[in-house]
């Protein structure tokens, strides 16, 4: 964004007016697009007037500096983020209300633009993020920190719907919704559990659905993605 273009400063003004903010906050936020994206578009502000609305400023603001806030503090190179991830991140994140899933939104984000960052980031974990209540995030963060704590022990992890509903004091059946979401979008896996009796050259399983469930090599992806640090 260059400083010799007049549309440019003012559709700043009339956005900045309109979202009862500075017009100084939405260049900053103009240049912060244009910096993550690789200045893959050149006019960052109709981008904020046509996609995220007047009304969404004020989020798009404070995911920004989230952002830049976080890859301070880790003190590492930035890399661009294409604009296809990306863009949909801010699209998703400036109409989020829950300060729980705006946190997940800004680390998704900061890893994508932390050029040390080495785990996988796939582009659908933005829809998978969007498809996530905030009771979601919390029943699969404990369900996966407890996973990954004992993830070397080489045995396969299975987690009780009932005591995790007695250990979070969350209803079972709020358990089991959030569960059975967290499956659909294949992050966690319906337990199965095989016993000692035999058919032929096979054992006898038991589909435990989410009565018992596990966690996919994708929900360990996303969880570190999702999270800042993890």
Same mark, same amino acid.
């Given at each position: 964004?260059?400083?010799?273009?007049?549309?440019? #400063? +003012?559709?700043?003004?009339?956005?900045?007016?309109?979202?009862?903010?500075?017009? !100084?906050?939405?260049?900053?936020?103009?240049? %912060?697009?244009?910096?993550?994206? #690789?200045?893959?578009?050149?006019?960052?502000?109709?981008?904020?007037?046509?996609?995220?609305?007047?009304?969404?400023?004020?989020?798009?603001?404070?995911?920004?500096?989230?952002?830049?806030?976080?890859?301070?503090? +880790?003190?590492? !190179?930035?890399?661009?983020?294409?604009?296809?991830?990306?863009?949909?991140?801010?699209?998703?994140?400036t109409v989020e209300e829950e300060p729980l899933l705006q946190e997940k939104w800004a680390n998704l984000l900061t890893n994508a633009r932390d050029a040390t960052y080495d785990k996988p980031i796939r582009r659908n974990f933005t829809s998978m993020l969007a498809d996530m209540e905030p009771?979601?995030?919390?029943?699969?963060?404990?369900?996966?920190?407890?996973?990954?704590?004992?993830?070397?022990? #080489?045995?396969?992890?299975?987690?009780?719907?009932?005591?995790?509903?007695?250990?979070? +004091?969350?209803?079972?059946?709020?358990?089991?919704?959030?569960? +059975?979401?967290?499956?659909?979008?294949?992050?966690?896996?319906?337990?199965?559990?095989? *016993?000692?009796? &035999?058919?032929?050259?096979?054992?006898?399983? &038991?589909?435990?659905?989410?009565?018992? %469930?596990?966690?996919?090599?994708? *929900?360990? !992806?996303?969880?570190?993605?999702?999270?800042?640090?993890?």
């Open positions: 964004m260059t400083g010799t273009d007049p549309s440019i #400063g +003012r559709q700043a003004k009339d956005i900045a007016e309109a979202a009862d903010t500075s017009v !100084d906050a939405v260049k900053k936020l103009a240049s %912060f697009i244009d910096s993550t994206f #690789g200045n893959a578009i050149t006019n960052s502000i109709g981008i904020l007037g046509d996609k995220l609305a007047y009304y969404r400023l004020t989020k798009a603001i404070e995911l920004q500096e989230a952002v830049d806030r976080k890859l301070k503090e +880790r003190g590492v !190179d930035k890399r661009y983020v294409p604009v296809a991830f990306g863009l949909p991140i801010i699209e998703k994140a009771v979601d995030t919390q029943i699969f963060d404990i369900v996966v920190r407890e996973y990954l704590a004992i993830v070397g022990n #080489g045995e396969e992890s299975l987690f009780s719907r009932e005591k995790l509903s007695k250990s979070t +004091r969350v209803p079972e059946d709020v358990v089991e919704n959030a569960v +059975r979401n967290l499956i659909r979008l294949g992050l966690l896996k319906p337990g199965v559990v095989t *016993g000692g009796i &035999s058919m032929g050259e096979h054992r006898v399983s &038991s589909y435990k659905d989410t009565e018992l %469930f596990g966690v996919t090599a994708l *929900g360990v !992806d996303f969880f570190h993605a999702v999270n800042d640090g993890q």
